[in-house]
């Protein structure tokens, strides 16, 4: 059984070979092409459906494992398992390709990618019980349904996420079907093996033409259906060791794109985004804004990748209690991470102590705090003091302030400031001398532990626009976020300094 499975695989993998330059030209010639944006890492369009290469290149070895070896057939995974799993597989596959063409919105989306995980739930492909570690199993009864199709939904959408960099999606797709498939080889779970096979095969031969630069792309169509294969096909090969939770071994080896697609909406809701709205802020992103090349930070993905995937199979050969304490080892390493990504910065005390004061005001969910507590990190991540105050002049744009100036004293002389600082968005529509109550102008003083930074002085026209019951206290976190920054750019200056001398 064991050649047989190597045989689907590099069948898989030779098919992808073979039907890449097929694809390729096939886009060219519908002018089916990726074309570069502001969230898209790549400066020449690309071929955008690669996605049809890994469907065929998955699908025909694996049908043909399943006819020439009927016996991979159980009572638990019945052939009719297998149909529905195709069909589910097929639709995604389609919405994709539909989506790649012509574009659809995020709910027609998801309502099609609910249908096609129903439609594994109805084959047999579902969660029946939960295990944990360190306590007994449960059933999972009504809601086995309702938890089988967030799984689906959640890693189809995980691997469509983390398709930002070329071979991302496919490579860490193939360690994690190269994980799943160990653990069905040892389990003897024979047809899924089958499937992961052929699935990280497909996968290897698609890297061909998709790692950095990339000749082609999956696109939709791709990435959600390798999603929905790793989704059922984890499902059908879940097993545990001891007493260890069924879902925790895929969820521990998908861990990268799933970790990156929980964050996703958590982090978007604190800084005021739409939910649904893409943005750069994933953790491959991440990683370039850390100075990695493309490839540098798809092989450091691939990495964390392999090492989940290590952690999934101590977990598989523990018993209970060392499995629970593989799994806090692994939780505290993931928080390591996390933080050394940068995202802790979100939930940094000085900002979100400002976020909880406004909870009286609205119940503090009011999406402008959030859009504010944005503008707060991006002033955080300046690196000179021309960008800080291009920050400055957005939060400012922000609070409907009219015009301000910002100027500097005592300063480092090591410190490369070009202030003073001016700007103006709009003229004043009346003369103090008109009205002396109409224009509120604050001189706020740039202080902080007894020394004095400079000055930061606005003006707003307040006939035009009344500030609002929260401009003065946003204004007050905007001057402390300019100073902690002005404050740690000088500390900056001077630890170069010392290294040079």
């Not at 694809?23 to 071929?47: I, Y």
């Not at 940068?342 to 503090?364: N, S, W």
């Not at 504010?372 to 960008?387: G, M, P, S, V, Y």
Request: charged share 20%; glycine share 8%.
């Amino acid at each position: 059984m064991t050649i047989k499975i190597l045989s689907i695989f590099f069948i898989s993998l030779t098919l992808a070979l073979i039907f890449g330059p097929f694809v390729k030209h096939f886009a060219f010639s519908r002018n089916l092409m990726d074309r570069p944006s502001s969230r898209k890492v790549h400066a020449e369009p690309v071929p955008r459906v690669g996605g049809i290469i890994l469907y065929l290149a998955c699908l025909i070895p694996f049908v043909i494992g399943i006819v020439v070896t009927p016996a991979v057939a159980t009572d638990r995974f019945p052939m009719h398992s297998v149909y529905w799993m195709l069909s589910g597989a097929t639709l995604v596959f389609l919405l994709g390709l539909v989506d790649d063409v012509h574009g659809l919105r995020p709910g027609i989306k998801f309502v099609f990618q609910g249908v096609a995980a129903f439609l594994a739930y109805h084959g047999g492909i579902y969660f029946e019980f939960v295990e944990l570690p360190w306590g007994p199993s449960f059933s999972l009864g009504v809601f086995s349904m309702p938890f089988t199709i967030f799984w689906f939904l959640l890693v189809i959408n995980a691997i469509n996420l983390i398709d930002g960099l070329d071979g991302l999606a496919a490579g860490v797709s193939l360690f994690v079907a190269l994980v799943l498939l160990t653990m069905s080889l040892l389990g003897g779970k024979y047809l899924v093996s089958l499937g992961l096979a052929a699935l990280a095969g497909a996968c290897l031969g698609f890297l061909r033409y998709n790692f950095n630069p990339a000749s082609i792309f999956m696109g939709d169509s791709g990435s959600y259906f390798l999603g929905f294969m790793l989704a059922s096909l984890s499902v059908l090969g879940s097993m545990k060791s001891q007493a260890t939770v069924a879902i925790i071994i895929p969820i521990v080896a998908l861990g990268v794109p799933l970790m990156d697609t929980l964050l996703a909406p958590i982090r978007r809701f604190i800084i005021g985004q739409d939910l649904f709205q893409p943005d750069k802020r994933h953790i491959h992103h991440q990683l370039l804004r850390k100075g990695l090349t493309h490839r540098k930070a798809v092989l450091w993905m691939y990495g964390a990748t392999i090492f989940l995937g290590i952690f999934a199979l101590l977990i598989v050969n523990t018993r209970d209690e060392r499995a629970g304490f593989i799994l806090i080892i692994l939780a505290a390493l993931v928080i390591v991470g996390i933080r050394k990504l940068g995202y802790l910065e979100y939930f940094a005390v000085d900002k979100m102590i400002g976020y909880f004061r406004d909870v009286t005001d609205e119940m503090g969910i009011k999406r402008d705090r959030r859009t504010f507590l944005n503008r707060q990190i991006e002033i955080k991540q300046a690196k000179t003091t021309d960008e800080l105050w291009d920050r400055v002049i957005e939060a400012l744009e922000q609070l409907r302030i009219d015009d301000a100036r910002m100027h500097f004293n005592g300063l480092s002389e090591k410190l490369d400031a070009n202030g003073p600082y001016t700007w103006k968005a709009r003229e004043i529509s009346v003369e103090p001398s008109e009205c002396e109550y109409c224009v509120l102008s604050l001189d706020l003083p740039l202080l902080n532990n007894g020394k004095s930074y400079g000055v930061l002085h606005l003006r707003k026209d307040l006939v035009r626009d009344p500030i609002t019951p929260y401009t003065l206290r946003r204004i007050e976190h905007l001057r402390r976020s300019v100073v902690n920054k002005i404050q740690e750019l000088e500390e900056e200056a001077e630890a170069n300094l010392h290294m040079n001398t």
